[in-house]
């Protein structure tokens, strides 16, 4: 590269889902959110509260890339967040440095922030739980990264094998993060309901009747698909 890069671009300007809409789904299971997108749209499974008893939230994501070591870009989307945003940053999955502690937590609660999600590592756990901000992280590491960039704040990233654009909105409780791209949230939201009520009564069932196997496995062991060897 000839010339140095801008330490960071920054786009201010995308559309955030209202917040009406976001309230439907609050307190749902990111596994009934999962499987309303067909089971996908969950961040590489080692990405994991750093509190688990502070881990439910949903806001909408902003997005930033850091690369390695380096967390210009995050400090920069927590200056510039709304009331109700995610931080959402690309640390290309780097382990040896942490690129988030407890005083960018707690500046991010200041800001509004529902929550941190990194696709690389934490650091000052005790600090961050008593911050009280859900924090998701690859895992702790006292090591620290540098401020130098570059950096990009509001544009389309990859993180955790996942990509989120600006605007999708984030979901997090103890198993994991999930992400709904916008043009899916209102058929999210109703695939959701359909999924809870769904579930509930097939749990229902399976407590009271002491069921070991649902119906549908129960009939199939009991069919000609199904060749015993013994």
Not at 50 to 74: H, K, M, R, W, Y
Not at 166 to 192: K, N, S
């Amino acid at each position: 590269m000839l010339e140095d890069p801008p330490l960071l671009v920054i786009r201010k300007s995308f559309h955030r889902p209202p917040a009406a809409k976001l309230a439907q789904l609050r307190g749902a299971q990111t596994s009934h959110v999962a499987d309303a997108m067909d089971g996908r749209g969950a961040l590489d499974p080692t990405i994991k509260p750093v509190d688990p008893q502070q881990s439910q939230f949903i806001g909408t994501a902003l997005t930033c890339e850091t690369g390695p070591s380096d967390n210009l870009a995050i400090l920069a989307a927590v200056a510039l967040a709304q009331e109700g945003d995610v931080i959402v940053a690309a640390s290309d999955g780097f382990t040896s440095t942490a690129v988030v502690g407890d005083i960018v937590s707690q500046m991010a609660k200041n800001a509004g922030v529902q929550a941190i999600v990194i696709d690389g590592m934490a650091r000052d756990s005790k600090g961050i739980v008593e911050v009280g901000l859900p924090v998701f992280s690859r895992g702790i590491t006292p090591n620290s990264c540098v401020k130098t960039g570059p950096g990009r704040v509001g544009f389309p990233i990859v993180a955790g094998g996942v990509a989120i654009e600006p605007g999708d909105v984030v979901i997090g409780d103890q198993d994991g993060v999930v992400i709904v791209p916008q043009r899916m949230l209102d058929g999210v939201i109703a695939r959701v309901q359909a999924i809870r009520e769904a579930e509930a009564k097939v749990i229902a069932n399976i407590t009271e009747n002491r069921l070991s196997a649902t119906p549908r496995i129960a009939e199939l062991l009991k069919s000609d698909r199904v060749k015993y060897v013994d």
